[in-house]
């Protein structure tokens, strides 16, 4: 069998899974809006069903028709929709840069004196850029010197490393490909023995545009960059988060602290705003306008300043997107800042996600569309009882985020056992968290039903994804043995692909240079106590040969002429090489709780 025709047999029983386990949620709701979804699904009008309206966040039923209305909206296997995704897309970002051009035309006629901005914004526009200068400083040589140690590479492709085995080390003796604006301190970039091995510089003055699954009805558009300038965007975006953690936004936990705001926003008054293709329309203007000039030299240096869509090149008219390194650092910047110069000293943005006092939303909305931001209405809540940020959804200070029948799987026995999960855990919070909510018992029941291999699998709660969560007396679990303390849970462990193109140079180079400090996926077998220098990484005479298995160079120990033996595995991101039933420690055993 095909690798194409078992993926296609295996997406038609994960949505018969899918779909069982969506129906049944309907009936057991049972509410208007849940007759109305079950009806569509029946019938497969799946376009009218992504139409439904909002639901009421006044009504007693909510929960129910929120769940009802969003639990299919992302999945990507809806039959009978007649849409092109990646057009949709492709239409949405050509939109963008027209936003975004119409935008730096208004403003630069607005920096050259020609027209101006309702009084209102003007003021905004000053203590933003009066804010944003707080925070980053003058850019001094230490500054920089602490980007420079942040310089990495990220886990996606890049320009001159891309295909099925994106893997650090392959990065690390790819083709330098870099734009020309970055092109003169290339040499000083790229140091010491990663010099020497890749001698070859190549200009490249544009990225390329792909397109990856969002949901039923677009996918989403991102950047491929030049090797070189995402592994320098990388550390300015590092740059920019240590700066912003020092004026009170620590962006690794900015998401904690932005769901719990979300959650007391009922009774602080607060409001949460999301904006639709918020890092497509950061236009060039707006960035030359709001950060001190020496800043954003050094962001324009490190950006792309051209796009490849298709066959046809495209001069960006937005500052940066979705695959820059600095992006997501940059909007959260440029959020906080207009959301702090409307009169909210604690306003706070984790990327799009902004949280703002409700009296000045009404002054940061109009001022986010003269800026060529457009709010996303559906998703924006200014008062009431139902607010939302970062993935979480509250009611009254009640996490009601539905879950989601979408996602990607390798087999059925893990499809089965994540959305079990999402069943479990969503009746758990629906009870608040004393037990299981019996309405969702039937759905969960079928979905387990369907893989006897998953109903071997036992674990607790928040222990992962490996197994079906259960209560102690489903689950069976065996003390742990040898001595240690807790349970042994079984579970459903998949094995990632180890990489066949592993480079053991580059592997050599990435550990000097700190590729992905302290991420590395590559593991050495023993530590080696003489380095060695690149010639020495070739197979020598003292090559092990009882230790290759096949063609698999991945499992290949060489022999350096220090004597120390070092092997090498890196695993392949999102890739799938099996799975088999394990076991898994816990030491103590949470439960979900009975159903009732």
Not at 43 to 49: D, L, P
Not at 293 to 307: H, M, N, P
Not at 370 to 382: S, W, Y
Not at 481 to 499: A, M
Request: glycine share 8%; proline share 5%; charged share 25%.
């Amino acid at each position: 069998m095909t690798t194409k025709s078992h993926s296609t047999k295996l997406g038609a029983r994960i949505w018969k899974i899918e779909l069982g386990v969506f129906l049944r949620v309907c009936e057991s709701v049972d509410t208007p809006r849940s007759l109305a979804c079950y009806l569509m699904a029946r019938h497969e009008c799946w376009s009218q069903y992504l139409e439904l309206p909002f639901p009421d966040t006044m009504s007693p039923t909510f929960s129910d028709d929120y769940l009802c209305s969003e639990a299919m909206r992302k999945n990507p296997r809806l039959p009978g929709l007649d849409i092109d995704r990646e057009a949709v897309a492709m239409v949405k970002w050509l939109e963008a840069e027209d936003a975004c051009r119409l935008t730096n035309s208004k403003l630069l006629s607005y920096t050259q004196g020609q027209n101006c901005f309702d009084p209102v914004v003007e003021g905004v526009l000053t203590k933003a850029r009066s804010w944003i200068a707080e925070v980053l400083g003058p850019l001094s040589t230490r500054k920089l010197e602490f980007a420079e140690e942040n310089f990495r590479f990220g886990p996606g492709a890049t320009s001159s490393c891309s295909g099925r085995d994106v893997v650090l080390s392959r990065k690390m003796v790819s083709r330098l490909d870099v734009t020309p604006g970055l092109y003169p301190y290339c040499r000083t970039l790229v140091r010491g023995p990663w010099r020497d091995y890749v001698p070859e510089v190549s200009l490249r003055h544009y990225n390329t545009v792909r397109f990856v699954p969002k949901d039923s009805k677009t996918d989403r558009a991102i950047s491929i960059e030049p090797h070189v300038n995402i592994f320098v965007q990388l550390g300015i975006g590092a740059l920019l988060r240590q700066r912003l953690k020092w004026h009170g936004l620590d962006l690794d936990h900015q998401a904690d602290k932005n769901r719990m705001l979300a959650s007391v926003a009922h009774i602080t008054g607060k409001a949460t705003i999301d904006l639709s293709s918020a890092s497509d329309t950061i236009s060039r203007e707006l960035v030359w306008l709001l950060l001190p000039v020496e800043w954003a030299y050094l962001l324009d240096t490190a950006r792309t300043g051209w796009s490849k869509l298709g066959d046809k090149m495209y001069k960006l008219e937005k500052f940066s997107a979705m695959g820059n390194g600095y992006t997501f650092e940059l909007e959260s910047l440029i959020f906080t800042a207009l959301s702090r110069a409307c009169g909210d000293p604690d306003a706070v943005s984790f990327g799009d996600d902004i949280i703002i006092d409700s009296s000045c939303a009404v002054t940061l909305m109009p001022t986010l569309n003269q800026l060529g931001f457009k709010v996303n209405e559906r998703k924006t809540f200014l008062a009431g009882r139902f607010f939302e940020s970062c993935g979480a959804d509250y009611l009254l200070g009640n996490n009601v985020r539905p879950f989601f029948l979408r996602g990607e799987y390798h087999d059925l026995t893990s499809a089965v056992i994540r959305i079990g999960n999402k069943i479990r855990t969503y009746a758990h919070r629906r009870n608040l968290s004393l037990g299981c909510d019996v309405r969702f018992l039937p759905a969960w029941l079928f979905c387990i039903s369907r893989d006897s291999t998953a109903r071997k699998t036992g674990i607790p709660l928040d222990s992962g994804d490996d197994g079906l969560i259960r209560n102690f007396d489903e689950a069976r679990p065996s003390k742990a043995r040898h001595g240690l303390c807790g349970y042994t849970g079984y579970v459903w462990r998949t094995r990632p692909r180890r990489s066949e193109r592993t480079s053991i140079e580059g592997a050599y180079l990435s550990a000097l240079h700190k590729g992905t400090p302290g991420k590395s996926s590559i593991e050495p077998r023993r530590t080696l106590v003489n380095s060695p220098t690149p010639c020495d990484l070739a197979p020598s005479g003292d090559f092990d040969q009882q230790n290759v298995v096949g063609d698999d160079r991945s499992a290949v120990t060489y022999a350096f002429r220090t004597h120390h033996v070092s092997r090498l595995k890196e695993d392949v991101r999102g890739s799938f090489a099996g799975a088999a039933l394990g076991r898994q420690l816990v030491m103590s055993w949470p439960e979900p709780g009975p159903w009732y």
